[in-house]
T-cell receptor
Framework: QKEVEQNSGPLSVPEGAIASLNCTYS??????FFWYRQYSGKSPELIMS????GDKEDGRFTAQLNKASQYVSLLIRDSQPSDSATYLC??????????FGTGTRLLVSP | DAMVIQNPRYQVTQFGKPVTLSCSQT?????MYWYQQKSSQAPKLLFH???????NEADTPDNFQSRRPNTSFCFLDIRSPGLGDAAMYLC????????????FGPGTRLLVL
């Protein structure tokens, strides 16, 4: 079983819709969770971090964490074509280490 | 602005010819990481430094070495690049304390001919 799993997509949504991206992880003791956005040919850019169960909102982005289910998600409201990218879920599994999922490709059509 | 800088952005080398990639940071973070990312794959951690303490991942090939001469700079040396080493190489920095968020540089795209 992979440590961090994401659906590779692509997830296609129309402009203005809510995009929902999901991630599951295998290490029950993981404490820190991150979402990165990566445009094609570019490096990952941090969007959100979440450490406690529940929701965390930042602008159009909401991260949701459920440690009991080992599940973390990212909601993007009012999706824009500029949100089209690959979204990487990352989980801190050990001291100073992150494990990344392979990412979900999001396509927002005008 | 505080940032992570990687040079060069694109590097072309020949099979077996040593190559060095560099990373510098103005964030004054005590941890620096090197990742390898191939197309449609997750970033794969090669090694990291906490200050001068070097931590190698178990599956990182011996062909990959690293140096961190001071807090600001870190280098990735590929001693004998093979065709399979063509990838994006990402440098990231972070703080050991706190939640250990990692911040990435722009990456170096390596092509091996």
């Amino acid at each position: 079983q992979k440590e961090v799993e994401q659906n590779s997509g692509p997830l296609s949504v129309p402009e203005g819709a809510i995009a929902s991206l999901n991630c599951t992880y295998s290490d029950r003791v993981s404490q820190s969770f991150f979402w990165y956005r990566q445009y094609s040919g570019k490096s990952p850019e941090l969007i959100m971090s979440i450490y406690s169960n529940g929701d965390k909102e930042d602008g159009r982005f909401t991260a949701q964490l459920n440690k009991a289910s080992q599940y973390v998600s990212l909601l993007i409201r009012d999706s824009q074509p500029s949100d089209s990218a690959t979204y990487l879920c990352a989980v801190r599994t050990g001291f100073q280490k992150l494990v990344f999922g392979t990412g979900t490709r999001l396509l927002v059509s005008p | 602005d505080a940032m992570v800088i990687q040079n060069p952005r694109y590097q072309v080398t020949q099979f077996g010819k040593p190559v060095t990639l560099s990373c510098s940071q103005t964030l004054n973070h005590n941890v620096m990481y090197w990742y390898q990312q191939k197309s449609s794959q997750a970033p794969k951690l090669l090694f990291h430094y906490y200050d001068k303490d070097f931590n190698n991942e178990a599956d990182t090939p011996d062909n990959f070495q690293s140096r961190r001469p001071n807090t600001s700079f870190c280098f990735l040396d590929i001693r004998s690049p093979g065709l399979g080493d063509a990838a994006m190489y990402l440098c990231a920095t972070g703080e050991r304390e706190g939640q250990e968020t990692q911040y990435f540089g722009p990456g170096t795209r390596l092509l091996v001919l």
